[in-house]
């Protein structure tokens, strides 16, 4: 079993590759971006998951359904309301079933597979907690979730700090512990380390559970020099006084990593990431098309007996 820690549109792609590939992949997914809008629950990253294995993602834009119809948005904002957040009319029928399946006493894990089911969808897709955690950034113009920043503000505030609220008293899902434990790689996704990978780490028992894998877990890096191949990772990273660059996210994980994939281009970090007590190890990380997802993925599959 192949297990894939998640988050973001840079994920998917990965995912995708693997699932090409080896039957038996299990996805840990961030929750800490899920939001209640519009009286819907919305959980982004495990429906970026979803849409992307289903074929149904929209890859140009990297969420939401390809080709959906913005009726319900437009509707809504006649009537006056908000609508940073552009939701398709077809996606808004996978919250509005989701947000009745959770007032009817459903948990999102037992929601997450019934819709993966319902979607055709043979990876397990896990969602990394059930209780209620969010990602919120603090900002110059005040604290607000991790979407209003992203989406409603395009990332333009100035980060001074991420925080978790409730991780501390949200248990890591028992379903992702079982994951950790019987799988024979563990495969951090080339995904925000502050808002993608962060969220995860920060529920109770997580991190304890990873540094006890740690001779199988591996990293593909987000950063290729200084910049994030995608996303505003380094406005969250500069908060965090962290470093903008491979290094700088293999300190992050230095804890639980065993090895790290960087690009070819960061040849020059291999031997003060080396230092950490991580292998390193050069290849191309970019993922432009799905030529490139499943030459990567066979690239981390090819790595099972090396770690």
């Known amino acids: 079993m192949i297990t894939v820690i998640a988050g973001g549109t840079g994920s998917v792609k990965l995912i995708r590759g693997l699932a090409t590939q080896v039957r038996d992949v299990v996805v840990i997914a961030n929750t800490g971006d899920n939001i209640w809008l519009h009286g819907l629950y919305i959980c982004p990253d495990i429906d970026i998951v979803l849409y992307g294995l289903a074929d149904l993602l929209d890859r140009k834009q990297g969420w939401g359904i390809k080709n959906d119809s913005f009726g319900f948005v437009q509707q809504l904002e006649m009537l006056g309301e908000q609508v940073w957040f552009k939701l398709g009319d077809r996606d808004v029928a996978t919250h509005l079933v989701r947000t009745n ?9 037992q929601i997450t597979e019934w819709m993966r089911n319902r979607f055709g969808v043979a990876t397990k897709i896990i969602p990394a907690t059930d209780s209620p955690a969010e990602t919120r950034i603090k900002t110059d113009r005040g604290e607000m979730h991790i979407q209003e920043f992203w989406v409603k503000n395009q990332g333009q505030p100035k980060v001074i700090d991420v925080v978790y609220t409730g991780a501390e008293r949200s248990r890591i899902n028992p379903e992702v512990v079982r994951a950790l434990r019987e799988s024979e790689m563990i495969i951090i996704a080339p995904a925000n380390p502050i808002t993608s990978i962060g969220p995860i780490l920060a529920l109770k028992g997580a991190k304890e ?8 877990i591996i990293a593909v890096s987000p950063f290729i020099g200084t910049k994030p191949i995608s996303g505003p990772a380094g406005k969250y990273m500069d908060a965090m006084k962290m470093e903008n660059s ?3 996210v293999a300190l992050y994980y230095s804890e639980f990593l065993s090895a790290f994939i960087i690009s070819r281009d960061d040849h020059s970090l291999s031997e003060k990431i080396n230092n950490l007590g991580i292998k390193v190890y050069e290849t191309d990380i970019i993922m432009n098309d799905s030529n490139d997802e499943n030459r990567l993925a066979s690239y981390l599959l090819a790595m099972v007996t090396r770690l």
């Open 246 to 248: 491979p290094f700088g």
């Open 101 to 109: 399946m959770f007032k009817g006493g459903k948990s999102i894990s």
């Open 209 to 216: 559970e990873l540094i006890l894998e740690k001779k199988k």
